[in-house]
């Protein structure tokens, strides 16, 4: 099993940035892929960015150039830093680990709003 614990979340105004941080305990494997994903209201759950455990990332393109994501390793910890925020990427913002092994884990998820 791994837990995923989220902080960070918050209120900001358009065009301020806020940083996510996510903490994996537990069984956690050598080779796994972490993220982050959101939901709005009324809206499907979607992908903002992923980095594996080699570095490499991945982003939804409405975040590129304003979000990033990285990780420490050893801490198994990932985090996001969100600059230039704008009141359409208000949402829950949810943790995620994926591992060959297991599949997906998930975090209780942070609010995220940002005020025009």
């Known amino acids: 099993q791994v837990q995923l614990v989220e902080s960070g979340g918050g209120l900001v105004q358009a065009g301020g940035s806020l940083r996510l941080s996510c903490a994996a305990s537990g069984s956690v494997s050598s080779f796994n892929i972490m993220g982050w994903y959101r939901q709005a209201p009324g809206k499907q759950r979607e992908l903002v960015a992923t980095v594996t455990t080699g570095g490499i990332t991945n982003y939804v393109d409405s975040v590129k150039g304003r979000f990033t994501i990285s990780r420490d390793s050893a801490k198994n910890t990932v985090y996001l830093q969100m600059n230039s925020l704008s009141p359409e990427d208000t949402a829950v913002y949810y943790c995620?680990?994926?591992?060959?092994?297991?599949?997906?884990?998930w975090g209780q998820g942070t609010q995220v709003t940002v005020s025009s």
């Open positions: 995620n680990l994926w591992n060959a092994q297991s599949g997906d884990y």
